[in-house]
């Protein structure tokens, strides 16, 4: 069986790997580039904390010694389903399976002013343009004499409050503390401001009231201005225009603020979904078609690695003739800031909106002994639970290792478990994960470490 994965992300990859030396599969593997991009850790290329080699992983070596997988790196441009053919720019494919893992890229929403000045970071290259402009910036800043012109290249700007905007910043605001004044001692970087843009009235707004709270309140910890309901119009490389008619003078916007799906010419338009993804089923395969599956960014949110990679194998599976199909319901989440914010399944918002009955447990750090003699007692673990059944629907965490702890609730939604079941779970002491089954106990009233309060709707 012929099959051609377009995209070396981490569906496209993880589903090569999964076939990889597999009997009776021939692959090819096409990508622009012949190196996998590892794009958590862009941030830290950008801010000069990382080498791109560090991020770079060439896919020759992870496939030396596969006898079934061919690497091709070239653009792919085509496909034409009803011929199973595939055109790229170096050369046409048939397949019997297709699966498009082209990901997404940044958009501007045809604003070419924008697209012109600001920077965007969806690519290794794209981080080292901006790591090279944010240090061309201080080395220029050095022997600048106007104020107005040294303060617009202190001054940065990202666009997009959302998880990449909100790490960005934090990012950015760290290598203000710790890194810059080393490098550049005389230049006062009280004078460094950093802000942070967003369109609608908070950031992370697409996740539960209390992230947005919380990715607030660690952008002010971190002195980043943020800016809401804060529409930009236009950049021309030195000011920032807002609809409302505010401006920022600033040499440096990086572009956080929208994605859009690569899709390839020949995906009819009656398949293509807002955001420019394509419309999938639970087999990731495209609606209608036999032998296309669509997998990660181009298949729709969450826009997440590991969900990418989970894809990856369903189709892998799907090919193979297993039965697998992908479930977003434990699809967990986390924002790396400081501390972590995680959450996976329903928040308490979806289980309004979806008129779920639901019970909440709730257990705060500060109650927790571990968190106590580490000193980082911000934050609280919350589940959430089918009123009539206990079974556990949502958790989230916010603290330190939220993103680390979230997978026993996880794994909790995965088994269809109830609150009791964790409850029941007899957790390692003293441990932060113990606090998963003392929010649990407190959904039972049964907490031990606090006063029991029950909330349910
Ligand atoms: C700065 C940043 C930080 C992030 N942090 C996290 C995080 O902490 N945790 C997390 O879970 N997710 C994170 N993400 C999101 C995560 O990286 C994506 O969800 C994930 O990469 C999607 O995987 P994918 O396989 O769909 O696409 P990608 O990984 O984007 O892979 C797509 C591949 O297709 C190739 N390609 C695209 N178009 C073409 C074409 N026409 N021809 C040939 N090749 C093409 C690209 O070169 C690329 O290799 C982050 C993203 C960014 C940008």
Same mark, same amino acid.
């Given at each position: 069986?012929?099959?051609?994965?377009?995209?070396?992300?981490?569906?496209?990859?993880?589903?090569?790997?999964?076939?990889?030396?597999?009997?009776?599969?021939?692959?090819?593997?096409?990508?622009?580039?012949?190196?996998?991009?590892?794009?958590?850790?862009?941030?830290?290329?950008?801010?000069?904390?990382?080498?791109?080699?560090?991020?770079?992983?060439?896919?020759?070596?992870?496939?030396?010694?596969? =006898? *079934?997988?061919?690497? !091709?790196?070239? +653009?792919?441009?085509?496909? %034409?389903? $009803? &011929? @199973?053919?595939?055109?790229?720019?170096?050369?046409?494919?048939?397949?019997?399976?297709?699966?498009?893992?082209?990901?997404?890229?940044?958009?501007?929403?045809?604003?070419?002013?924008?697209?012109?000045?600001?920077?965007?970071?969806?690519?290794?290259?794209?981080?080292?343009?901006? =790591? *090279?402009?944010?240090? !061309?910036?201080? +080395?220029?800043?050095?022997? %600048?004499? $106007? &104020? @107005?012109?040294?303060?617009?290249?202190?001054?940065?700007?990202?666009?997009?409050?959302?998880?990449?905007?909100?790490?960005?910043?934090?990012?950015?605001?760290?290598?203000?503390?710790?890194?810059?004044?080393?490098?550049?001692?005389?230049?006062?970087?009280?004078?460094?401001?950093?802000?942070?843009?967003?369109?609608?009235?908070?950031?992370?707004?697409?996740?539960?009231?209390?992230?947005?709270?919380?990715?607030?309140?660690?952008?002010?910890?971190?002195?980043?201005?943020?800016?809401?309901?804060?529409?930009?119009?236009?950049?021309?490389?030195?000011?920032?225009?807002?609809?409302?008619?505010?401006?920022?003078?600033?040499?440096?916007?990086?572009?956080?603020?929208?994605?859009?799906?690569?899709?390839?010419?020949?995906?009819?338009?009656?398949?293509?979904?807002?955001?420019?993804?394509?419309?999938?089923?639970?087999?990731?395969?495209?609606?209608?078609?036999?032998?296309?599956?669509?997998?990660?960014?181009?298949?729709?949110?969450?826009?997440?690695?590991?969900?990418?990679?989970?894809?990856?194998?369903?189709?892998?599976?799907?090919?193979?003739?297993?039965?697998?199909?992908?479930?977003?319901?434990?699809?967990?989440?986390?924002?790396?800031?400081?501390?972590?914010?995680?959450?996976?399944?329903?928040?308490?918002?979806?289980?309004?909106?979806?008129?779920?009955?639901?019970?909440?447990?709730?257990?705060?750090?500060?109650?927790?002994?571990?968190?106590?003699?580490?000193?980082?007692?911000?934050?609280?673990?919350?589940?959430?639970?089918?009123?009539?059944?206990?079974?556990?629907?949502?958790?989230?965490?916010?603290?330190?290792?939220?993103?680390?702890?979230?997978?026993?609730?996880?794994?909790?939604?995965?088994?269809?478990?109830?609150?009791?079941?964790?409850?029941?779970?007899?957790?390692?002491?003293?441990?932060?994960?113990?606090?998963?089954?003392?929010?649990?106990?407190?959904?039972?009233?049964?907490?031990?470490?606090?006063?029991?309060?029950?909330?349910?709707?």
């Amino acid at each position: 069986m012929k099959i051609v994965i377009a995209g070396a992300g981490f569906g496209g990859l993880k589903l090569a790997r999964k076939l990889n030396n597999k009997k009776g599969f021939e692959i090819v593997l096409i990508d622009r580039f012949n190196h996998h991009q590892f794009q958590p850790l862009f941030y830290q290329v950008a801010t000069a904390g990382l080498d791109a080699s560090n991020i770079s992983f060439p896919l020759r070596k992870v496939f030396q010694k596969s =006898r *079934n997988v061919k690497i !091709r790196m070239a +653009e792919v441009l085509q496909v %034409i389903p $009803d &011929e @199973n053919r595939i055109i790229t720019s170096t050369e046409e494919l048939t397949y019997d399976a297709l699966v498009l893992a082209l990901g997404a890229d940044t958009n501007f929403f045809n604003n070419e002013q924008l697209s012109g000045h600001a920077i965007p970071m969806k690519s290794t290259i794209e981080a080292l343009q901006l =790591r *090279n402009r944010i240090l !061309r910036n201080f +080395e220029e800043a050095l022997t %600048i004499q $106007d &104020e @107005n012109a040294l303060q617009q290249r202190m001054n940065i700007v990202v666009v997009g409050g959302g998880p990449t905007g909100v790490e960005l910043s934090g990012a950015i605001a760290e290598m203000k503390k710790y890194v810059l004044p080393k490098d550049y001692p005389e230049l006062d970087f009280s004078k460094m401001k950093i802000y942070l843009l967003e369109g609608s009235g908070k950031t992370l707004a697409s996740m539960s009231e209390r992230s947005s709270a919380q990715s607030a309140g660690y952008l002010e910890k971190m002195s980043v201005e943020l800016l809401t309901d804060a529409l930009v119009q236009g950049y021309d490389g030195k000011t920032v225009r807002l609809a409302d008619g505010r401006t920022i003078e600033s040499s440096l916007v990086i572009w956080a603020a929208g994605i859009k799906g690569n899709i390839p010419a020949g995906i009819d338009k009656s398949l293509i979904a807002r955001g420019n993804r394509i419309i999938v089923d639970r087999y990731c395969k495209i609606q209608g078609t036999g032998n296309i599956y669509v997998i990660g960014d181009l298949a729709g949110p969450p826009l997440l690695a590991h969900k990418a990679s989970k894809e990856g194998i369903v189709a892998a599976e799907a090919i193979s003739g297993l039965s697998s199909e992908y479930d977003v319901r434990g699809m967990p989440g986390a924002i790396f800031t400081d501390p972590e914010i995680a959450m996976v399944g329903l928040t308490e918002e979806d289980a309004k909106a979806k008129n779920i009955e639901y019970e909440i447990g709730k257990f705060p750090f500060a109650a927790s002994g571990r968190a106590l003699s580490a000193l980082s007692t911000e934050g609280f673990v919350k589940l959430i639970s089918e009123k009539s059944t206990g079974i556990v629907l949502g958790g989230h965490i916010i603290g330190e290792h939220a993103s680390e702890m979230i997978s026993e609730i996880t794994l909790a939604i995965e088994m269809g478990a109830t609150i009791e079941d964790l409850a029941l779970t007899v957790h390692p002491h003293p441990t932060l994960s113990e606090s998963i089954m003392e929010a649990a106990e407190a959904t039972l009233g049964k907490a031990i470490h606090m006063v029991n309060k029950k909330t349910h709707q």
